[in-house]
T-cell receptor, first 113, second 111 residues
Framework: NAGVTQTPKFRVLKTGQSMTLLCAQD?????MYWYRQDPGMGLRLIHY???????AKGEVPDGYNVSRLKKQNFLLGLESAAPSQTSVYFC????????????FGPGTRLTVL | TQLLEQSPQFLSIQEGENLTVYCNSS?????LQWYRQEPGEGPVLLVT?????EVKKLKRLTFQFGDARKDSSLHITAAQPGDTGLYLC???????????FGKGTSLLVTP
């Protein structure tokens, strides 16, 4: 099992460009999440999904969109990138049980110039 | 968002020393989790504590959940360089399922 994988690992964008980050999991998890991690700010939830075809906003959703067309995939889109979106992005998945223990991908380091 | 405060923020110790890191909140959590994150990688779950007063041991790591389920601690005995990393606590609030993460404790263990 590969667990949670993320594509790409690194990306540099110019302000105003768009891109999509792909997350895939092979554990048949119902719940999937997108976080961003910034120095001194910890992990902050951007969007999450509790099942195929569903999405919901997290703590910092502005400037991002997501889609969960297939259970195993969760896409994070930036329509018009801004320097404030420079960050490390982590995808995670979980069974969605009471304790909601999460499995994380290796991260995508995004720089917006 | 129910805040989880971790302390200390940074910790630098020598191999063989003991240490404790803390995770505190003014809110009650139905469970608390501890993750370790190494540079360039995603967090990895170490343990989940669910009962007030619970103590769990994982080799040299001892995790405790406060009686009131508002705080937790992680104690490492005889730290080793392999323990170096960012330790994150995360809690599931009384209602809901989204995890709230603390900002982490960055631990450096030097030989």
């Amino acid at each position: 099992n590969a667990g949670v994988t993320q594509t790409p690992k690194f990306r540099v964008l110019k302000t105003g460009q768009s891109m999509t980050l792909l997350c895939a999991q092979d554990m048949n998890h119902e719940y999937m999440y997108w976080y961003r991690q910034d120095p001194g700010m910890g992990l902050r939830l951007i969007h999450y999904s509790v099942g195929e075809g569903t999405t919901a906003k997290g703590e910092v959703p502005d400037g991002y969109n997501v889609s969960r067309l297939k259970k195993q995939n969760f896409l994070l889109g930036l329509e018009s990138a801004a320097p404030s979106q420079t960050s490390v992005y982590f995808c995670a998945s979980s069974y969605g049980t009471t304790y909601n223990e999460q499995f994380f991908g290796p991260g995508t380091r995004l720089t917006v110039l | 968002t129910q805040l989880l405060e971790q302390s200390p923020q940074f910790l630098s110790i020598q191999e063989g020393e003991n240490l404790t890191v803390y995770c505190n909140s003014s809110s009650v959590f139905s469970s608390l989790q501890w993750y370790r994150q190494e540079p360039g990688e995603g967090p990895v779950l170490l343990v989940t504590v669910v009962t007030g007063g619970e103590v769990k041991k994982l080799k040299r790591l001892t995790f405790q959940f406060g009686d009131a389920r508002k705080d937790s601690s992680l104690h490492i005995t005889a730290a080793q360089p392999g323990d170096t990393g960012l330790y994150l606590c995360a809690g599931v609030p009384g209602s809901g399922y989204a995890l709230n993460f603390g900002k982490g404790t960055s631990l450096l263990v030097t030989p």
